[in-house]
């Protein structure tokens, strides 16, 4: 199984300020990863796929990069509604597996 | 615009089998595009794959969960399901059914999930 981690498991930021959030897999996953958004009550939402793809509808300020083992999911200027949880997940091999996820928090 | 939506009961006694489905609407499940997945997410804590169907039939489930998992389809009402059989209070989650990229990474769209617990 790949172990996907997550780094930081916490980060307290402002509105405005840059995002960067990790995800490092315990084996090469290719470009098959994908990072997701999720509110309280909400289900995830796709943001990214494929590493560095944005999902349909997900404005520009969202970007992925990585790709093997190392992964990185970038908020340009963060906006009120960014403050979330964000999963990555990969689906290189089975079973499929999340990262144990980031909490953006509002400093 | 395509939309899933996870229907069952929300309490199950322990040992019992937890039955769940999803209702896909605004597209065929029976097609050669997409798998169809279940993901899980107990309270408080981070997502979980359960397992994945293909409308071949094929599946593909997580083996943590000990081969208690089944995903059969039911085309002919554009539905696929989920049973989780011996469920336990571990098993109580927030269930998601999703359409699954068949050719990279990526879950969407979700269902809004339901909440499943085990309790006596």
């Known amino acids: 199984e790949i172990v996907l981690t997550q780094s930081p498991a916490i980060v307290s930021l402002s509105p405005g300020e840059r995002a960067t959030l990790s995800c490092r897999a315990s084996q090469s996953v290719s470009s098959y990863l994908a990072w997701y958004q999720q509110k309280p009550g909400q289900a995830p939402r796709l943001l990214i796929y494929d590493a560095s793809n944005r999902a349909t509808g997900i404005p520009a300020r969202f970007s992925g990069s990585g790709s093997g083992t190392d992964f990185t999911l970038t908020i340009r200027s963060l906006d009120v509604e960014d403050f979330a949880v964000y999963y990555c997940q990969q689906r290189s091999n089975w079973p499929i597996t999340f990262g144990q996820g980031t909490r953006l928090e509002i400093k | 615009q395509l939309q899933l939506q996870e229907s069952g009961p929300g309490l199950v006694k322990p040992s019992e089998t937890l039955s769940l489905t999803c209702s896909v609407s605004?597209?065929?499940?029976?097609?050669?595009?997409?798998?169809w997945g279940w993901i899980r997410q107990p309270p408080g804590k981070g997502l979980e794959w359960i397992g994945t169907?293909?409308?071949?039939?094929?599946?593909y489930y997580n083996p943590s969960l000990k081969s208690r998992a089944t995903i059969p389809i039911d085309t002919s009402k554009n539905q696929f399901s989920l049973k989780l059989s011996s469920v336990t209070a571990a098993d109580t989650a927030v269930y998601y059914c999703a359409r699954q990229w068949l050719g990279g990474a990526g879950f969407d769209p979700w269902g809004r999930g339901t909440l499943v617990i085990v309790s006596s």
């Open positions: 605004g597209g065929s499940i029976n097609t050669r595009s997409y798998f």
């Open positions: 169907l293909y409308y071949s039939g094929s599946t």
